[in-house]
Structures are given as structure tokens and as C-alpha cells.
């Protein structure tokens, strides 16, 4: 079988198209033939060395669709022809993460999608939803199950709520996509007013930070004064203190990336005089996949997608991710 890997060193230029053994499934395993992967900014990261430190060779991404080909003698959960998702986190089956569960990551520490067979235990995959294709079910393991950990699992918003998130990038376009389809409000930063018709098309509000640079105050004007009840904060650094000054007394700041800075000064005082809770959330359990599946069905949810690449060209897709700013995910076609 045909897939892409980190050779004898990780980096973008040492990634190559080689012929592996194709696998075996165990007793519990299943064998799935990939239909589609997805890039995330974690993959761009580990191509340019800035996140963990994997040991080569390695095939990178952690997400990615396809239909299961072949059963092990044990397996009970999914059945040949089925259409499945593997987990980003396979340990991580139920409940809040625990020491240990987070050791086995696809794309790194474990090897990633970019193949074109897996074989997966039947444990650490989720079935597709039936309201999407491939290229759009390959998009969820890492920004759609984060944005509904965030929401659902740990904060619980509801109809009415109010979330700010920055950008459009994988996790923000879900955060919008599932608040507007739980009844909430979502308001997205951008950097210009370029993309707002599309923002406001998938059904958010829009601060135009170019116009309106204090945008904590234009967030806080918004919800009369009372600021947001949830802010999903995607790029890190010290914006981070202006999260907390347009987050509502009682509010929660979820940290989920850090596209911006690595490294964050949290002012105190502040964040305990408006009692703010913060979150670190990095995807989300199997049970948290499962139930944004059953949320993306009965909401007819589609995924927003900027651009594919045919998989033979799949280095291509780093350089999109890396050198530019998507609308939404970039997706790799292992048909195209």
C-alpha cells in the first residue's frame, strides 16, 4: 500500500510517497481502506518541529475517513462495508482525560492517516455520520469533536448563549456551526472584513478588529455591557487577558490553540474579579465523538471545506495550511 511518511528526520522536505506492508488486522481490529484525511495546524506544527518531538519515520495526520474492508475473528462493533472515523485519541473512550490516556495520539506519537489501509482496533473508531461524504466526515476527529467537547461536555452551553471565537479556521467554524445549531450566538474576530459575508453566511455575528481594534469592548457592547457567557480562544498569547475582559462574571475562557504565542500572561486579578473559569481542552473523547456524530445528523451539519488535494500530491496541503489562511479544511482526496 501507497502512503506518505516522515523518512529519516521530521520535515515538510523529508516527507515522502513510499510502499508499505499493507496490515493485518487483529482479532479486534479492523482494516480501513482511507477515503479521505484532513490537515490540522497540529500537522503543520509537527512537519516544522514546533510541536513534540516524534521520531521518525512517521506517517503524520490525525484525521481521516474510510470503509472497513476486512473484520478480526472478534470484532463486534463494525462489519465489513462499514463507514468509520478512527479516534484521534484512541484510549480516550469515556469520561474526563486521565494520566496515561492521552499517551497514543494519531499522527504522533502513532502513526497517522496518510495511508491508504489502517488497521484500527475496534475500540478507537466511530462511525461516519450518514448525512456526510467522505471528504467532509474526514474533517472531524480533531476541530469538530474539540468544538463540541468545549460546548457540550465541559461548558454546556444552551439556547441564548453568546460565544466568541477567533478566525476561520477548523475550530471555529465548528464552534460557530454547532452553537447556531444549539440555539446559540456566536460572534467570530477577524482580522479584516474580507470574509465576513461568508462568516455571517454560516450563521455568525462579526467584529471586524481592523475597524474596531478594542474589540473586547465592542464584544461587551454587544451583550449590553455583560460579555460573553463562553470564549473559545484559538490564538494564544496575552490575548488572552482581553478573553478574560469580555468574558461574563462567571464566564469561561477555553484555551484551544495558540496560533498566535505559545506562551501566555494571565493577569489575576483580573480573571478572579470576574470569577472567569478557564479550559484547556485538546480533542475529546470516543463517547464525545459519538455524540457529536448524533448532533451532526440530526442538525444536517456539513463541514466547511477551503481546499482538496488529490493524494498524491498531499505535501501540498501542508504549504496550504502553513502558508495561507483557509476558510475551513483542507482535505486530502484519497480518490482524487
Given at each position: 500500500m ?6 529519516d528526520?521530521i520535515a515538510l ?8 506492508d499493507?496490515?493485518r488486522?487483529?482479532?479486534r481490529?479492523i482494516l480501513?481502506?482511507m ?19 516524534f521520531?521518525?519515520?512517521?506517517v503524520?495526520?490525525s484525521d ?7 473484520v478480526?475473528p472478534?470484532?463486534?462493533?463494525f462489519?465489513k462495508?462499514d ?10 473512550i469515556a469520561g ?12 504522533g506519537p502513532?502513526?497517522?492517516t496518510?495511508?491508504?489501509l ?13 448525512n456526510?461524504?467522505?471528504l467532509?466526515?474526514?474533517t472531524l ?6 468544538a ?19 478566525g ?8 460557530v456551526q454547532?452553537?447556531?445549531?444549539a ?5 467570530v474576530?477577524?482580522r479584516?472584513?474580507a ?10 455575528a462579526?467584529?471586524?478588529?481592523s475597524r ?7 464584544l ?6 455583560r ?7 484559538v490564538v ?11 468574558t ?6 477555553a484555551?484551544?490553540g495558540?496560533?498566535?504565542d ?5 493577569d489575576l ?6 470569577v472567569?473559569s478557564?479550559r ?5 473523547s ?5 455524540a457529536l456524530v448524533?448532533?451532526?445528523?440530526a ?9 482538496v488535494?488529490p493524494?498524491?500530491?498531499?505535501p501540498e ?12 479544511k483542507?482535505v486530502?482526496d484519497f480518490?482524487g
Amino acid at each position: 500500500m501507497k502512503a506518505f511518511r516522515f523518512e529519516d528526520r521530521i520535515a515538510l522536505e523529508n516527507l515522502r510517497l513510499v510502499e508499505l506492508d499493507v496490515p493485518r488486522p487483529g482479532p479486534r481490529e479492523i482494516l480501513v481502506r482511507m477515503r479521505a484525511a484532513a490537515m490540522n495546524q497540529r500537522d503543520v506544527l509537527i512537519a516544522q518541529g514546533r510541536y513534540g518531538n516524534f521520531a521518525a519515520p512517521l506517517v503524520p495526520l490525525s484525521d481521516g475517513a474510510g470503509e472497513v474492508v476486512e473484520v478480526g475473528p472478534a470484532v463486534t462493533r463494525f462489519g465489513k462495508g462499514d463507514r468509520v472515523i478512527p479516534t484521534y485519541v484512541p484510549d480516550w473512550i469515556a469520561g474526563p482525560v486521565r494520566e496515561g490516556v492521552g499517551a497514543r495520539r494519531l499522527g504522533g506519537p502513532n502513526p497517522g492517516t496518510l495511508r491508504e489501509l489502517m488497521a484500527v482496533h475496534e475500540e478507537a473508531a466511530v462511525r461516519a455520520p450518514s448525512n456526510l461524504g467522505w471528504l467532509e466526515a474526514a474533517t472531524l476527529p480533531i476541530a469538530a469533536v474539540t468544538a463540541w467537547q468545549v460546548l457540550f461536555t465541559d461548558v454546556g452551553i444552551g439556547p441564548g448563549d453568546v460565544i466568541a471565537v477567533q478566525g476561520t479556521g477548523g475550530v471555529a467554524l465548528f464552534v460557530v456551526q454547532l452553537a447556531r445549531a444549539a440555539g446559540a450566538k456566536a460572534v467570530v474576530l477577524l482580522r479584516s472584513g474580507a470574509r465576513a459575508a461568508r462568516v455571517e453566511e454560516a450563521g455568525a455575528a462579526v467584529v471586524d478588529t481592523s475597524r474596531e481594534p478594542a474589540w473586547e469592548s465592542r464584544l461587551l457592547a454587544l451583550t449590553n455591557g455583560r460579555g460573553v457567557d463562553l470564549f473559545v480562544d484559538v490564538v494564544g498569547g496575552n490575548g488572552v487577558n482581553r478573553a478574560v475582559a469580555a468574558t461574563r462574571v462567571g464566564g469561561t475562557v477555553a484555551l484551544v490553540g495558540f496560533v498566535g504565542d505559545t506562551t501566555a500572561s494571565i493577569d489575576l486579578p483580573a480573571a478572579i474579579r470576574r470569577v472567569v473559569s478557564f479550559r484547556t481542552v485538546s480533542g475529546g473523547s470516543r463517547a464525545t465523538f459519538e455524540a457529536l456524530v448524533r448532533g451532526i445528523e440530526a442538525n444536517d451539519v456539513h463541514p466547511i471545506i477551503d481546499t482538496v488535494v488529490p493524494f498524491t500530491k498531499a505535501p501540498e496541503a501542508f504549504v496550504k495550511l502553513a502558508s495561507g489562511s483557509p476558510f475551513g479544511k483542507v482535505v486530502i482526496d484519497f480518490d482524487g
